[in-house]
């Protein structure tokens, strides 16, 4: 039967300890603490990606402008030497870098407008990040304190019924039996060299009744 108890409190012990690391506040806040640290890296590569698209339409942009301008420099150069023709071939290629620089232009200024909620974000994110790592040392000393007041609690709890208590006051009980017992015997033997003394003392009374008896029956024997 003990054995059997024994197997099963280890079985129970074992399956609390599991449990117990499975839910445990500092490993779980550590791994949160990884989570954010992951989310922020992805977070950082997207606005780095979301930043090279910005300067990319940027760039397009300046270049149709440039465009632009260069076609109109151009068509002015074959007016002044009367090239009518070529002119007009400039002005129509710089109607369609006008098109695109526009095109840009708004594509950009969506790009920059995502670029910035995203960094904004990133910033949300790192701040809460700097949230969670000062508070972290608080909550662990919080659940550390929680966990020691449990386990004194739980120890408490069956204080009164364990075994080791028990026992210890069975062999309290034990002791003072022992001391009775030889309260007990010294009693006793106290008890029987009282008789003896006794005895003998009437052993010495009775040697005088006879001497004294002596006495008396010499005495009447001379008055005779």
Not at 180 to 199: H, T
Request: net charge negative; with cysteine.
């Amino acid at each position: 039967m003990g054995l059997f108890k024994r197997i099963g409190d280890n079985l129970r012990a074992n399956l609390n300890s599991l449990l117990d690391k499975a839910e445990d506040p500092v490993k779980m806040l550590e791994q949160y603490l990884r989570d954010m640290e992951d989310d922020i890296a992805d977070a950082e590569a997207a606005v780095a990606k979301q930043i090279a698209v910005v300067k990319r339409l940027e760039a397009s942009c300046k270049d149709a402008g440039l465009m632009v301008e260069k076609r109109v420099d151009q068509a002015k150069q074959a007016l002044a030497q009367n090239r009518e023709d070529l002119a007009r071939k400039a002005l129509e290629d710089k109607k369609i870098h006008a098109a695109k620089a526009e095109d840009y232009r708004g594509q950009w200024e969506r790009a920059r407008a995502v670029a910035d909620s995203l960094k904004k974000q990133l910033l949300d994110m790192k701040d809460e990040f700097e949230k969670m790592q000062a508070k972290k040392a608080t909550l662990i000393a919080r659940a550390n304190a929680a966990r020691a007041q449990m386990e004194i609690n739980k120890t408490m709890s069956g204080f009164g019924k364990d075994t080791a208590l028990k026992g210890f006051q069975r062999m309290e009980d034990k002791v003072l039996q022992y001391e009775a017992e030889s309260a007990a015997g010294l009693e006793l033997r106290n008890y029987s060299k009282g008789i003896d003394e006794e005895l003998a003392e009437l052993g010495n009374n009775q040697s005088e009744i006879d001497e004294e008896l002596a006495r008396l029956k010499e005495s009447l024997k001379d008055q005779q």
